[in-house]
């Protein structure tokens, strides 16, 4: 059986590190917003390029709260992509909020800003009050959005900029790291990213001090200090064990990132005549592969022959955002995003991660190779 992911491997490389950082934490007897959480922080802002960071309990609540510091709320529309996770609608619902969709780039599968763009001037000819109050790009599966093009309409338009950089940990646009492509930006840490804790966790990194100020007293009950509240805010506080792990790990991210490059390389060649469609890495970006997402229109035929050869994979994301039942209240349909559909009904995940061995890799490659003759 070759798995989609084996996160022991991972940890059986680094069980001397992981172990060594929790006993700190638990000699410390303190597990909520102390040393390490702070420390954490400032050393995952530092790697992205940030001055500040704030520790959240998840990476839906990193996008919820930064959209809520950013002034985000009832009434106001977030314009998202339907072609991601559903956290990245979620978290704007959560605001009171509605997301509004638009396609994807069919290379990237990230959001179109023509697609952007036409429906702003959409709305602003309706000659109703502007509505829309922000962007919320999805740097979906490790490739960053179109940055430059996306800022320029947020300009335009007096729009916030916040990165769902959830899937994009060491990505990088033009030189510059995911996290400081926006106003804010949003990380998860759930233990299958790229950059994964051993449990739940998030971040949201800014260069904005204010916006900085703003988080740290929203994922903590909205208190300046003990009892004294300023703000109604949330529990939501990344933990002292979790940070702990995560800089541990942050060590080595750059490492099994440039791992997973040379895998998806290695997949690319492999099945360059294979009648599928591999990831694209545009010149202006740096690929970190949180997956490696092939499309074919035969996505159901092939999952079924590897599974039966005993090689997992999976579909990121079979359902796309603006047809889920959770949001029919939005009123669309079947045909709104004729890309984002396709997309979703071609892709497929293939086996993938640091430590995939060699051996493995060819057995998916053969057999990819022989299901295409």
């Known amino acids: 059986m070759i798995p989609f992911i084996d996160l022991k491997r991972q940890y059986r490389a680094i069980e001397t590190e992981i172990l060594s950082a929790i006993n700190r934490v638990c000699e410390k007897g303190f597990f909520i917003l102390g040393e390490e959480v702070s420390a954490f922080e400032e050393e995952f802002a530092r790697y992205c390029?940030?001055?500040?960071?704030?520790?959240?309990?998840?990476?839906?609540?990193?996008?919820?709260?930064?959209?809520?510091?950013?002034?985000?709320?009832?009434?106001?529309e977030v314009i998202t992509v339907s072609y991601s996770f559903i956290a990245s609608a979620l978290a704007i619902s959560f605001t009171g909020a509605k997301p509004v969709f638009v396609d994807i780039d069919p290379k990237t599968y990230t959001m179109d800003p023509n697609a952007v763009e036409d429906l702003l001037k959409r709305k602003r000819s309706n000659r109703k009050k502007q509505r829309v109050k922000a962007l919320l790009?999805?740097?979906?599966?490790?490739?960053?959005?179109?940055?430059?093009?996306?800022?320029?309409?947020?300009?335009?338009?007096?729009?916030?900029?916040?990165?769902?950089?959830?899937?994009?940990?060491?990505?990088?646009?033009k030189g510059r790291r995911a996290g400081v492509l926006g106003d804010l930006a949003c990380f998860s840490f759930y233990p299958t990213k790229n950059l994964g804790g051993y449990g739940d966790g998030g971040m949201i990194?800014?260069?904005?001090?204010?916006?900085?100020?703003?988080?740290?007293?929203?994922?903590?009950y909205g208190q300046d200090k003990r009892y004294h509240h300023l703000l109604k805010g949330s529990n939501s506080r990344l933990d002292e064990v979790q940070?702990?792990?995560?800089?541990v790990k942050l060590?080595?991210?750059?490492?099994?990132?440039?791992?997973?490059?040379?895998?998806a390389e290695i997949y690319t060649k492999a099945f360059k005549d294979a009648r599928i469609t591999c990831p694209v890495e545009l010149e202006s970006s740096r690929h970190v592969y949180h997956l490696y997402v092939i499309?074919?229109?035969?996505?159901?035929?092939?999952?079924?022959?590897?599974?039966g050869r005993g090689i997992e994979t999976l579909i990121?994301?079979?359902?796309?955002?603006?047809l889920q039942e959770a949001y029919q209240e939005l009123?669309?349909?079947?045909?709104?995003?004729?890309?984002?559909?396709?997309?979703?009904?071609?892709?497929?995940?293939?086996?993938?991660?640091?430590?995939?061995?060699?051996?493995?890799?060819?057995?998916?490659q053969r057999e990819m190779m022989s299901y295409f003759g």
């Open 316 to 322: 990121h994301y079979p359902v796309p955002i603006h």
């Open 295 to 307: 499309r074919t229109k035969r996505r159901d035929s092939l999952q079924s022959f590897l599974k």
């Open 49 to 76: 390029g940030a001055k500040y960071g704030v520790g959240v309990g998840s990476g839906t609540d990193a996008l919820a709260l930064a959209l809520k510091a950013a002034g985000i709320g009832e009434g106001d």
């Open 243 to 247: 940070a702990a792990l995560l800089r």
């Open 137 to 173: 790009p999805v740097h979906l599966y490790g490739h960053p959005a179109d940055m430059d093009a996306i800022r320029s309409l947020a300009a335009r338009y007096d729009l916030v900029v916040i990165e769902d950089a959830c899937q994009a940990h060491g990505a990088e646009y």
């Open 331 to 364: 009123n669309y349909r079947k045909g709104d995003f004729p890309v984002t559909e396709q997309c979703a009904g071609e892709i497929l995940s293939l086996p993938f991660f640091p430590e995939l061995t060699e051996e493995e890799m060819e057995e998916v």
């Open 205 to 220: 990194v800014t260069n904005d001090k204010t916006w900085h100020e703003k988080l740290r007293l929203l994922r903590n």
């Open 251 to 263: 060590k080595y991210l750059d490492r099994w990132n440039e791992e997973r490059r040379k895998k």
